[in-house]
């Protein structure tokens, strides 16, 4: 599908993946001179096939790997990644935590074994919600990450409550508006960039900062940071989110680079588009509100904006890229930015009239 000017640049919006710490700095209501668009439109594509040819070289290495694996299960213990209990008695605090992506990596850390999970968020209401609804490993501390003392605090409650800290994700982010006063650098508007940097950046940094403090003097930790396919290729977001995202990938190599002296890995995940409840109401807001198309309706237009097949792009899977960075799978992981987009980032199509069908 080539997609028109004005079509690409709402599309591109959706390719993020905000987690909801809300700012007081955005108007997400913002939605009023958006173009309408059809699920048909958004929808319509090729379909491509291709042949493996491997059935041959399967058959022929059956034995070998069966006599593999039976020496390897005779001198080694299996792997850890093949069972539960990854984070067993880790210590996590997560920036962001209430909702989206990171309320996803909170579950997932629970599930995982993580001895306690933080929640630290702006929104209180929804923060002692997703605590409870969690359960006794998890609770909540307010923190707004564009106050570097907000930041500093959690982290200081965090440890003086469970006397450490393993792991910090900084989770929180927002995208900005939709508009051309963000999609269109004539026109950005530099209070809103300021704004969604302040977010996205700073309160990265600041996490980092905070992370940093307590766990290079304990000897070790994991902090992880929420990047975007924005943040890998133009065009894929709004100016402010695009370039916010590309600055977070770069904090993490510098960050990783100088902290691996202190025993203390640095990494991030890209994920592609999510349909969290931000990323369907904002695109239900683009198709023209709720009485254009149903929540689950639009739920399937996100997901159908990847490409591989069989395969959609879910929280799940963005918080299971966490679990795996934040284990000791990961021990000598650091600096890495773990892309999770299907292979979207991979390729681009040259804008010819290919057929729908392989040539015979």
Known sequence: MVASSSQAEVLGFILHTP??????HIDRRATHSLPHFSLSALTSGYSSSWNLGARTMASETDT?????????????????ALRKGRLEGKIA???????????AAAHEFIQEGAAAVVIADINTKLGLETAQELGPRAHFVHCDVTV????????????????????????????????????RIAELDLVTFDAVMAVNVRGTLAG??????????????????????????????????????FAVAGIVKAA??????FGVRVNCISPFAVPTPMVVEQFTALLGG???AGEEEVAAVVRGLGELKGATCEAVDVARATVYLASD???????????????????KRMNLPFPTKPQE
């Open 19 to 24: 987690v909801s710490s809300n700012s007081p």
């Open 64 to 80: 070998s790997m069966a006599v593999g694996e039976h020496k390897l299960s005779s001198t080694t213990t299996p792997s850890p």
């Open 93 to 103: 605090l997560i920036t962001g935590g209430a909702s989206g992506l990171g309320k």
């Open 148 to 183: 570097e003392e907000s930041v500093a605090a959690a982290v200081d409650a965090a440890v003086a409550r469970h006397g450490r800290l393993d792991v910090v994700l900084c989770s929180a982010g927002v995208a900005g508006p939709p508009l051309a006063s963000t999609s």
């Open 208 to 245: 980092i900062k905070h992370a940093t403090r307590v766990m290079a003097s304990a000897g070790g930790g994991s902090i992880l940071c929420m990047a975007s396919v924005s943040g890998m290729l133009g065009g894929l977001g709004t100016y402010p989110y695009s370039v916010s995202k």
């Open 256 to 261: 990783a680079a100088e902290l691996s002296r």
């Open 290 to 292: 709720g009485a254009a």
């Open 329 to 347: 799978d990961a021990k000598y992981v650091s600096g890495h930015n773990l892309v999770v987009d299907g292979g979207f980032t991979s390729y």
